[in-house]
């Protein structure tokens, strides 16, 4: 081989690995170059992730408050229903309580006939306030005096030591509307 043969071989052989190595290095630069995409990419796909974490967050917070709201309506809504006539009733109140006078003096005229009218009438409002919801609050002497449930009138020495602090009398009967106290008791404490 002649020394130009050789040196157009080895010129080849370096433009080829000249050639290879730009290649090589192309190939370096794509892969790194889709290496830095990938990482945008998932950086991307992260923020992406935590916006959905941070929408589903606030979706499942306003549907609870919205199950709040609906609950509480309908809750308010039923009070509402249940204590609708009090104004009525506590109109009734007083009609109630005269009742309870006329047959207190009824029965000491000892009129059989107009005390069985009056019981019948008496009897006949009362059940139709209890089907209303209406009821009477349960207050017998000698029970224990709350605040919470009586109101007191007054305060008298108690006549038995075992009164002290607690119901001598009734004057007023109170009523309940539902679970709601539309009249408290009105109660004479012994002291």
């Known amino acids: 081989m002649s020394s130009e043969n050789k040196e157009e071989i080895l010129h080849e052989n370096e433009e080829n ?4 190595v730009q290649q090589v290095d192309a190939e370096v630069n794509n ?5 830095v995409e990938i990482e945008d990419d998932e950086d991307e796909l992260a923020k992406y992730k935590a916006d959905l974490e941070k929408e589903k967050d606030k979706f499942l917070r ?9 609950r509480r309506t309908s809750k308010e809504r039923v ?9 009525v009733m506590q ?3 007083p009609v109630l309580d005269d009742f309870d006078r006329a047959m207190t003096e ?12 009056v019981e019948l009438i008496s009897n006949k409002l009362r059940e139709t306030l209890k089907a209303k919801g209406l009821k009477q609050m349960e207050v017998k002497i000698g029970d224990a005096f709350d605040a919470d ?8 020495p108690a006549p038995k030591d075992s009164l002290k602090g607690k119901i001598v009398d009734v004057i007023e009967s109170g009523y309940q509307l539902g679970e709601k106290i539309i009249r408290y008791p009105k109660v004479v404490v012994g002291q």
């Not at 306003?62 to 609906?70: G, H, R, S």
């Not at 449930?149 to 008298?156: G, S």
Request: charged share 30%; hydrophobic share 45%.
């Open 17 to 20: 690995k000249a050639q290879d």
């Open 31 to 35: 892969e790194a170059a889709a290496a």
């Open 62 to 70: 306003l549907f609870a408050e919205f199950e709040n709201y609906k």
């Open 79 to 87: 009070e509402l229903f249940k204590t609708a006539g009090q104004e």
């Open 91 to 93: 109109a009734m109140l």
């Open 106 to 117: 009824i029965q000491k005229a000892k009129d059989k006939n107009l005390q069985k009218g």
């Open 149 to 156: 449930l009586h109101e007191a009138i007054t305060q008298i």
